[in-house]
């Protein structure tokens, strides 16, 4: 899928003169997003089934630093996906496709009671996407970071 | 009532080397919720009734420039209370007595369909602290600022 | 000029379940980086220049609620330009094109060592342009808001 | 050390009624400028030596949801330090005790040209600090979350 694209903004940065690292997270989700429309089922669409899918944890590394004006290219995968637990990758280039970040983050489902849920029971279709992705995923093989 | 304080965090800054301007609007929402509990009706209390408050219009000035880690005094009053709307004025000092903010905000209260209420109506009890606090501020005359 | 685009994010929105006012003021900055870059002149020239331009005063209208994933318009405009002052005017509309925001910030300009300059003599390219801006937007007339 | 404490802003909430997970890598920072402060090494002190200490990874994990207005207790300890790379552990409960969030930070530092530098070197007396406290840590054990 063709990479999120974020431009950094001044207000991002901070008195080190660099991006403020806890906008990569932020970014995380702008292209969890992004990459969840392009599959087809947009976030809100979910929302709008009842389900919400939270972020249960995060891993990360800030492999070179960057500021206001950058172009950030950011490439979203789903790295596993068992039902009642999404973990997605996702790898940030610049324009001169020098990685500045490698991260995962883990997701779980729940209904609008907050108890926790399968996709595959509660949304099947959404389900189906994701182990597609994971398949493509698996098989491109570990991306050059 | 006693200032708010707020110490400025690194991740406030940009790369001026200053807080972000758009912090000061954060930390006017900050002293008003505090304002609200000292004056014994916390914003979660309204939630609970059924009302919302959303803020309708913001003008402030920003008079000097602040940073990490920097302890700012934040004193609001009310400016105007009029049963549907609510006018709050803030004044933000460092820990000289320097005025480095001002700024009002504009509030309308909202049920939970959305429409707008009457706060004297939907909630006299707080509509009562809002009419003393207007004519406290009123007497106290206008801030050295 | 073409108006900036920006999608709300989901860490825009709040528990009322809408677009958090303190990021319209975030916006308006990245309408106006945008704006800068549309005319020639990216902020980061200006800073390579050795000036930077804080925001002295902001003040805003709330006029619709917005939330994830509404994208949101944003048209910039000089209201007036008189050398060291330079104040702009936003306003933010949905894809419907009705008024969710309008505002206005000012903004002086700083040398190396913190003090005033006036822009027609500290770079007097950028100067011209904000004047013939300003002229546009004068002859253009009242928005429609 | 005693705990920072830190209060959920309505800022900081999302339409999800909850805390946005990315503000929780924010008052990892809070916490750790706190606790700095309180070793007697304020991060500004580390400044004006000609010494910044990035971000270079973060782990962390979500354990309960928080919300406006919930107060959030953050305690942090060295988990390891090794002259060049400092790595640090927060464990977040509620006022009831209950794990809310448990991370991990690592930090290299650098000196004025952006070099790596071993702060047993750049700054001994610091060093003798983390290394007093990571011992401090690992006596006291593995804590109860």
Chains 1, 2, 3, 4 share one sequence.
Not at 98 to 122: I, M, P, Q, Y
Request: aromatic share 10%.
């Amino acid at each position: 899928m063709e990479a999120y694209r974020h431009r950094v903004q001044y207000y991002e940065t901070d008195r080190m003169g660099i991006t403020h690292h806890s906008n990569y997270i932020r970014w995380m989700e702008e292209a969890r997003v992004d990459f969840l429309r392009r599959a087809g089922w947009p976030y809100e669409r979910l929302e709008a089934e009842g389900i919400i899918s939270p972020v249960t944890a995060i891993s990360c590394r800030f492999k070179a630093s960057t500021s206001f004006p950058d172009e950030i290219l950011i490439d979203v995968s789903v790295s596993e996906f068992k039902g009642a637990i999404l973990k997605l990758e996702y790898l940030m280039t610049d324009l001169c496709d020098k990685t500045v970040f490698e991260g995962h983050s883990e997701h779980c489902f729940l209904d609008k009671d907050g108890k926790l849920v399968r996709l595959t029971k509660a949304c099947p279709e959404l389900a189906g996407i994701f182990e597609a992705l994971a398949k493509e995923a698996a098989a491109a093989g570990p991306r050059d970071a």
